[in-house]
């Protein structure tokens, strides 16, 4: 496992590099997702392949970028689903973005991710390991990625990220919103949804919600590349993932690229959800 971890960290140090040299740009290309790839999308997903191409314990990887997987070591233990650039299309005003990454075995569920790992590409470069519990580190001046801390939602939070198209949203979901900015909680939305649940799990809890919509029903945020991982984090650091009402980590996606509704919070922010969905 160390050996993916380590890979991953050298994938952080490349991409920092693309997105403070690289053209921000749209690619002529169309992913599997029908989104109109940035050229930097598709160099990512490269630097990251080739640095997990060399793991042995690496069977299999999956991007968020491609449609469908790639056989890597048969004899591997490892399933890899990852998010190469999640919120690349903040780069090109210059806001955090991150990279997302699931160590599952023997399959894309849920129940079978054993390690999680996100870098987030901001001041400054930063990475967080989960796999007992959950470990923050940031690259220090010998390009090393040193330890800072752990990270430990509280019972209870005082930030919102209310994400999607809020006239699509139902009036149940605009009521708790609405109920909880009046209870005092601060609006933290970027649309990027490292930084954003960064930021909620580095001050101690608050709410992230991407809900079921009018024009997306089925959520936005896709299960294996990018809800799964978010989901195994906020459980390691004390807190809780929902789809509103069923624990995420329970579902099983049909096809690596199906998304869901997501609520990630600290346990009173996810008590108060499954109260409004009762
Ligand atoms: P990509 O995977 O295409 O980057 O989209 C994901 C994302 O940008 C998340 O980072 C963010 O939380 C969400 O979409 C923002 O969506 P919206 O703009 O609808 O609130």
Not at 148 to 163: C, D, Q, R, S
Not at 255 to 262: A, E, L, N, R, S
Request: hydrophobic residues 35%; neutral net charge.
């Amino acid at each position: 496992m160390h050996e993916i971890f380590n890979a991953i960290k050298k994938s952080a140090i490349k991409i920092k590099w693309l997105i403070e040299n690289e053209d921000t740009g749209y690619s002529t290309n169309i992913n599997s997702t029908g989104d109109t790839q940035l050229k930097i999308d598709i160099k990512s997903d490269l630097i990251i392949e080739e640095e997990l191409k060399k793991i042995s314990s690496v069977k299999e990887i999956i991007s968020e970028e491609k449609e469908s997987r790639t056989p890597i070591n048969k004899n591997g233990k490892y399933l890899v689903g990852y998010d190469p650039l999640d919120g690349s299309s903040l780069l090109d005003v210059n806001l955090s973005v991150g990279s997302i990454f699931g160590i599952y075995q023997d399959g894309y569920d849920g129940k079978n991710l054993k390690a999680v790992v996100y870098i987030i590409y901001g001041p400054r470069l930063e990475l967080v390991i989960a796999d007992e519990d959950v470990k923050l580190y940031k690259l220090d001046e010998n390009r090393e990625f040193i330890f800072v801390k752990n990270i430990k939602l509280n019972e209870k939070g005082y930030l919102n990220a209310p994400g999607s198209t809020q006239s699509c949203w139902s009036k149940k979901h605009k009521q708790m919103i609405d109920d909880i900015f009046a209870s005092g909680y601060r609006l933290r939305y970027s649309g990027g949804m490292v930084p954003d649940l960064h930021q909620i799990l580095l001050k101690g809890g608050g709410l992230f919600s991407y809900p079921s919509t009018s024009d997306k029903p089925k959520g936005k945020l896709r299960m294996v590349f990018e809800v799964f991982p978010f989901a195994y984090i906020f459980e390691k650091a004390g807190g809780g993932a929902i789809d509103g009402k069923k624990r995420l980590l329970d579902l099983s996606p049909s096809h690596p690229h199906d998304t869901t509704p997501c609520f990630f919070g600290s346990n009173e922010e996810i008590k108060l959800v499954l109260k409004y969905n009762e």
